[in-house]
């Protein structure tokens, strides 16, 4: 999938690390596998929509299925690395920030054997709350090759 990428806007220092702390927080929280902290960083109606199209909607239905993929992680430690983020103030809504950004899973096991996972394109809409910022909506689209390359 090509995205297109335009000249942005560009934010504050203060957004772009509050963003970033944001992020890292959130992850720190999932890879810990804090997942009731995880969830509790989305809106309560938040919504995940999956590569492949599986969509969660509100922290209950997160909850659910990742406490049915705990078992997944019982031998591993899961690390979530994100970059290339492009964030973006809403003009029409000072609480609303959309991020779009690149992400690499690693997997490490008992003897230290790392492993790689596809890597996927996220676009998140955050919205600050009694002043945090929780994610809105997440939609994470796997990366493949650009089909502008096939046709060259």
Known sequence: MSQS?????????DLYAEVQTFYATQMRRVDSLDIEGFAATFTEDGEIVHAGGRRQSGRAEMLA???????????????????????????????????SYYTLVTQTDREGKVSFQP??????????????????????TQDGPDTRAAAA
């Not at 591993?76 to 964030?87: E, M, N, S």
């Not at 996927?120 to 997440?138: A, C, E, K, N, P």
């Open 119 to 140: 890597t996927f394109t996220v676009d998140d809409v955050l919205v600050r709350r009694d002043g945090v910022l929780l994610t809105r909506s997440r939609v994470i």
């Open 5 to 13: 990428v335009g000249i942005r806007p560009q934010v504050t220092g």
């Open 65 to 99: 299925g990742m406490r049915a993929a705990l078992p997944r992680y019982k031998d591993i430690a899961t690390r979530h690395w994100f970059g290339h983020l492009l964030i973006e103030a809403d003009p029409a809504d000072e609480d609303t920030v959309r991020v």
